[in-house]
């Protein structure tokens, strides 16, 4: 009766790099999984926000709609409204100092991006490893393969065996490690980019509320909706 052949027959089988590229498939693949498992929850978390960025406007005072947004130490647009008050306050404060050489636009465009710039790298913290590890996973499962292979032929060639049944098992077996190269590859790739278009949705909510921000703390009051656009233009877009 021959051997049945499978992932355990390549564990006890294989030498140190099979069982090493094994090994390292599976850390990839929990790697991955658990920065899509972690991402997804923030994304779905940040767009909870997001929807709640609108019913900001809808309050009667800033101290109201700042309570709307929620206080928590991850809340996005909490930090966007928070910057654009402190912004505000400080320019009013350093005015009688610096001569009115202050202009109240500039100073909240730049607080706000600021605060966009450091929430767009919290959002893709993790995304460059599921972007390697879609990358380079299947060439590490091919190298398995290969690397299978050859000690197959090798062991053929020294037995003389040449024949179909020799050759199909050991032959078979190290494809296997093609298809978990793939089932750890596949996974990372389309987590990624599930993740890149929620955070796109993110950010570009973000813009838009950081605009709304930006007219009220210059004008006291928020740009209408038909006349709002996606973004400022880059001079002044916060």
């Known amino acids: ?7 355990s027959h390549i564990w006890l089988n294989g030498d140190w790099i099979t069982r090493g590229i094994m090994v390292m498939l599976l850390a990839m693949s929990l790697a991955s999984w658990i920065v899509i498992v972690l991402k997804a929850l923030d994304v779905w978390r940040y767009k909870q926000q997001a929807h709640k960025s ?12 700042l309570a709307v947004l929620g206080q928590g130490s991850g809340n996005l647009f909490h930090a966007l ?13 350093a005015q009688a100092q610096l001569h009115d050489r202050l202009d109240i636009s500039d100073w909240v465009t730049r607080s706000l991006r600021n605060t966009i710039d450091d929430s767009t790298g919290k959002l893709q913290n993790g995304l ?6 879609g990358s380079t996973a299947p060439f590490v499962g091919l190298f398995g393969t290969v690397w299978g292979i050859y000690h197959a ?7 003389g065996n040449a024949g179909i049944d020799a050759v199909a098992g050991p032959i078979g077996e190290t494809l296997i490690m093609t ?14 980019n599930a993740l890149v278009r929620g955070n796109k949705f993110i950010i570009a909510r973000m813009n838009r509320f950081a605009h709304d921000l930006h007219a009220y703390f210059v004008t006291g009051a928020r740009v209408s909706p038909s006349a709002q656009a996606s973004s400022l233009p880059a001079s002044t877009a916060p």
């Open 1 to 7: 009766m021959p051997p049945v052949f499978g992932l």
């Open 54 to 65: 609108e019913d900001f406007w809808h309050s009667h005072s800033l101290a109201e709609g």
């Open 81 to 93: 409204a928070t910057t654009g008050q402190e912004a505000t306050d400080h320019h009013q404060a």
């Open 128 to 133: 460059a490893i599921l972007a390697s590890i």
């Open 153 to 159: 032929l090798i062991s053929i060639g020294s037995t």
């Open 179 to 192: 298809a978990l190269g793939l089932a750890v590859a596949i996974p990372a790739v389309l987590g990624y």
